[in-house]
């Protein structure tokens, strides 16, 4: 079986053309936050400067600036002597996480009848996506649909810089998830609420869905605050 960097660098080894096209270190960062959001690079995961620039067929320059770029998102640190990491989010980073995610999520639930009933169906299918893999126990993948749920409601701001910005908050979140134990036991429950969420906005109930929303992520805020003080213990 592959190992997690292993298939990182198969995966960029597959955009090569696409990277070449662009020749862009911000390209390589975006990969590697991809593969943070997906769940893929986890946090403490090295990585190595050499086998990523052959994969990608960048100079070790454009790969360092790829990594300068991700540092200065809070997703990746650099250690003196030792090399580049995936970031471990503290307690602090999980309180700001969600500050932000209320002020962008929330105003896109508001937002959600000028958004459009296409807007809102990406919604739908960001959920429907999580209950499939729900059902054939890929909790990974759930976790990477609720990703995509909770991206899909900002999106409803209709807004580009909105989606830059949430891009890069729920690569953050999803180094939080780690914090947690098994996947089914913390993602079952926030799947079914995600259902709920999608069902107001679907019946123009935004009032209804904002107040869900807010309710989950207070939950959510508190939940995985409790693992970080037990990790900390």
Same mark, same amino acid.
């Given at each position: 079986?592959?190992?997690?960097? *292993? ?7 597959? &955009? ?6 662009? &020749? ?11 593969? @943070? ?6 946090? %403490? ?8 620039? *052959? ?22 640190? =650099? ?9 471990? $989010? ?12 209320? @002020?962008?999520? /929330?105003?896109?639930?508001? %937002? ?5 009933? *296409?807007?809102?169906?990406?919604? &739908? ?24 749920? =909770? ?5 409803? /701001?209709? &807004? ?7 891009? !890069?908050? $729920?690569?953050?979140? !999803?180094?939080? +998830? =780690? ?6 036991? +913390? =993602? ?28 989950? $992520? ?16």
């Amino acid at each position: 079986m592959a190992t997690a960097a *292993e298939g990182s660098m198969a995966r960029i080894a597959a &955009s090569r053309d696409d990277i070449g096209g662009s &020749s862009t270190a911000a390209r390589i960062a975006r990969l590697l936050r991809e593969q @943070i959001t997906d769940g893929e690079l986890v946090p %403490g995961e090295r990585l190595r400067e050499g086998p990523l620039s *052959e994969a990608a067929g960048v100079s070790r320059n454009t790969t360092r600036e790829a990594f300068r770029l991700l540092a200065q998102e809070g997703l990746v640190v =650099h250690e003196f002597n030792r090399g580049v990491f995936v970031r471990r $989010l503290t307690a602090t980073d999980l309180n700001d996480v969600y500050r932000v995610r209320r @002020i962008l999520e /929330c105003e896109g639930v508001r %937002g959600a009848a000028e958004a459009g009933p *296409e807007a809102i169906a990406r919604v &739908s299918a960001a959920v429907a996506e999580g209950e499939r893999a729900a059902e054939a126990d890929r909790w990974r993948d759930v976790a990477t649909a609720d990703i995509r749920f =909770h991206r899909a409601l900002a999106a409803l /701001c209709d &807004s580009p810089r909105v989606d830059d910005m949430m891009e !890069r908050i $729920l690569a953050e979140l !999803r180094l939080v +998830f =780690h914090a947690m134990g098994p996947r089914r036991e +913390f =993602h079952g429950p926030y799947l079914r609420r995600n259902r709920t969420i999608a069902d107001l906005l679907e019946r123009g109930d935004t009032e209804g869905a904002e107040r869900e929303l807010r309710d989950y $992520l207070d939950t959510a805020q508190e939940q995985l605050g409790e693992a970080y003080r037990r990790l900390e213990q």
